[in-house]
């Protein structure tokens, strides 16, 4: 089982949308969580960390769910510029560990 | 401010041959990464380096090694190049230990042969 596991899509949306990303994490010891972004043939960059209470910026709330060992991403109000791929990333002892990201694509 | 750089953008590479991909940051970062992304396989890391002047293995080190003599520069040695090497690589750093937040460079195209 790998570490982090996230379903690769592609989730296909249209504008306006709300989309939700499930990721799960197999050590319980896992202490810090994370979303980044991927955009196409580029590097990817943090979109946002998962705090233990949830956290909301802007269109995107991200949540954690120690319990059942999964986080979430919601998107609401999906823009083209959305489209990209999502990483799910946990922090277990001393190594980030990357989930192989779920595809989205936003359409007119 | 260019963040972090990365050189060069793509290679193609015979098998066998000694390659050296090059990592700089500019924005005094005290931790440095390399990391290889593969289908289906997510980022993976190769080495780090938590300060100047010290290095540790990854996930993935075997056929890889990277020294740190300065802040700035990170690079990663391919010392004889295997098809299995073929990859995306990205360098990042982050400021503090190696659990804030990664800044990634624009990566690396590798194909070797």
């Known amino acids: 089982r790998k570490e982090v596991e996230q379903d690769p899509g592609p989730f296909n949306v249209p504008e306006g949308a709300t989309v939700a990303f499930n990721c799960t994490y197999s050590?319980?010891?896992?202490?810090?969580f994370f979303w980044y972004r991927q955009d196409c043939r580029k590097e990817p960059k943090l979109l946002m960390s998962?705090?233990?209470s949830g956290n909301e910026d802007g269109r995107f709330t991200a949540q954690l769910n120690r319990a059942s060992q999964y986080i979430s991403l919601l998107i609401r109000d999906s823009k083209l510029s959305d489209s990209a791929t999502y990483l799910c990333?946990?922090?277990?002892?001393?190594?980030?560990?990357f989930g192989t990201g779920t595809r989205l694509l936003v359409s007119p | 401010i260019a963040g972090i750089t990365q050189a060069p953008t793509s290679q193609i590479l015979a098998a066998g041959r000694r390659m050296t991909l090059r990592c700089t940051q500019d924005m005094r970062h005290n931790a440095m990464y390399w990391y290889r992304q593969d289908l289906g396989l997510g980022l993976r890391l190769i080495h780090y380096?938590?300060?100047?002047?010290?290095?540790g293995k990854g996930e993935v080190p075997d056929g890889y090694s990277v020294s740190r003599a300065n802040t700035d520069d990170f690079p990663l040695t391919l010392a004889s190049a295997v098809p299995s090497q073929t990859s995306v690589y990205f360098c990042?750093?982050?400021?503090?230990?190696?659990?804030?937040?990664?800044?990634f460079g624009p990566g690396t195209r590798l194909t070797v042969l």
């Open positions: 990333v946990v922090r277990s002892f001393q190594k980030l560990v």
């Open positions: 998962v705090y233990s």
């Open positions: 380096s938590n300060t100047a002047g010290t290095t």
């Open positions: 050590n319980s010891a896992s202490q810090s």
């Open positions: 990042a750093s982050s400021e503090g230990t190696r659990f804030d937040e990664q800044f």
